[in-house]
């Protein structure tokens, strides 16, 4: 079977500016004319489909922003909304209203995104929604946590910030079996796995990450069937439409621009990660890394990839001894200009940070023990400016002068 290929996809989006521009114009316009009052009257019903009416119902240049992150997925449609935490809570939630009451039993990754975590364990459940946490790596495990509340099933691709490999055609497998939605977060693997090919029924992106690959905007996309998507924007149920975290076109404008590098940036972040892995695990140092042989899911990653060599992503991790060694090392490699002390990933620099005092310290420590997140965890995320070999040995003197 051919692969597909994502930025071939992407490519073949075409929309021109209104004078025949190379890029299309930013539609500013809250709301839109109807020519017949009776048309505005047959949006509302849904009646008629397509026409515009208002910018919180939808856009032109959201939704051309919406086109390529569903050429990117191989997704009948997608929509940009305000950020990857919306795209998330809002997505959930639909799922439950379109599945009935709105409310039931969601099984969750035990290891997700702090915020994803929090959104579940704090937020979610004191609206009536259930939520078990199990190792989503472990299908029995899974399988076990199913209930006849059971609407859906949700993890990351790679998860955050432990790097393990969500078994996707096994996950699908498994919630098609239970008439389950499988939901994944794609956040960590933009162009280089594509979830709905083979399986999922829902992508979330937070477009934060390396969609703006500047950290300069607070974004997020959800990818699905059209029917899905439309549902997120449906006027009495919609709950993009309904709660309000749409994308300002400003926004959809500038990342639709840069989908078109999109790719070029993930090769050179992996191929920028790839080689300070090969160098840190040849020094014998505890570095965690998909595109390393040793990685217990290095050959399901490569079995999931798609066409294009968009290698195994731009995060590695790097086990210190203790949170105060990694405290030191960090402060080292920041004053010696290897990288920045920032959460968040995607940057065209390297960003680091100590996941379990930042973006998963949300997590419980007992919890974060029992899914192996150490104090001591240095997460990079890291950029592809400047020269590898000059990267590596600021890394390393840094770190053999700890
Ligand atoms: C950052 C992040 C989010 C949240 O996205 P925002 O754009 O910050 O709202 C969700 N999931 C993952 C994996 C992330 O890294």
């Not at 039931?104 to 979610?124: D, P, R």
């Not at 899974?142 to 006849?148: C, G, L, N, R, S």
Request: charge should be neutral; aromatic fraction near 8%.
């Amino acid at each position: 079977m051919k692969k597909f290929n994502p930025e071939q996809a992407i490519r073949d989006i075409q929309h021109f500016g209104e004078e025949g521009g190379v890029v299309p114009v930013i539609d500013v316009a809250s709301t839109s004319t109807f020519m017949d009052p009776r048309d505005m009257e047959k949006t509302f019903t849904g009646e008629l489909q397509g026409c515009y009416l208002y910018s919180r119902h939808s856009n032109p240049t959201v939704n051309i922003f919406g086109k390529k992150i569903a050429a990117m997925e191989g997704a009948e449609a997608a929509l940009g909304v305000a950020s990857g935490m919306a795209a998330i809570s809002c997505t959930i939630e639909q799922v439950f209203l379109n599945e009935g009451t709105g409310q039931g039993h969601l099984i969750a990754s035990q290891t997700l995104y702090g915020g994803t975590y929090a959104l579940f364990k704090n937020v979610l459940t004191s609206r009536g929604i259930k939520v078990t946490f199990v190792d989503t790596t472990d299908l029995k495990a899974v399988e076990a946590a199913i209930t006849p509340e059971t609407k859906l099933i949700y993890a990351e691709t790679l998860s955050n910030p432990l790097l393990a490999v969500s078994d996707l055609k096994a996950l699908s497998q498994l919630s098609k079996k239970h008439h389950l939605k499988l939901i994944i977060d794609n956040t960590f693997t933009p162009m280089i796995i594509q979830p709905l090919l083979h399986g999922a029924d829902v992508v979330i992106h937070s477009c934060t990450k390396y969609i703006s690959g500047s950290s300069d905007f607070i974004a997020g996309a959800v990818a699905g069937s059209q029917k899905f998507i439309s549902s997120l924007i449906d006027v009495n149920h919609g709950t993009v439409m309904l709660t309000g975290p749409v994308m300002d076109p400003r926004v959809a404008h500038e990342l639709y621009l840069r989908m078109d590098h999109l790719g070029v940036r993930m090769a050179a972040h992996s191929k920028t990660a790839l080689f300070l892995a090969q160098k840190m695990k040849k020094e014998g140092l505890p570095v965690i890394y998909p595109g390393l042989e040793n990685h217990p899911q290095h050959h399901l990653m490569k079995e999931l990839s798609g066409e294009g060599d968009f290698g195994f992503g731009g995060i590695l991790t790097l086990e210190c001894k203790d949170a105060d060694a990694a405290r030191v090392l960090a402060t080292k490699l920041q004053n010696n200009k290897f990288g920045l002390y920032a959460v968040s990933l995607g940057f065209s620099r390297t960003l680091m940070s100590c996941s379990a005092k930042s973006t998963s310290s949300e997590i419980p420590e007992e919890e974060r023990s029992k899914m192996g997140l150490s104090e001591g965890l240095l997460r990079f995320s890291i950029g592809y400016s400047g020269d590898a070999e000059t990267m590596w040995n600021r890394f390393i003197s840094c770190y053999r002068a700890k």
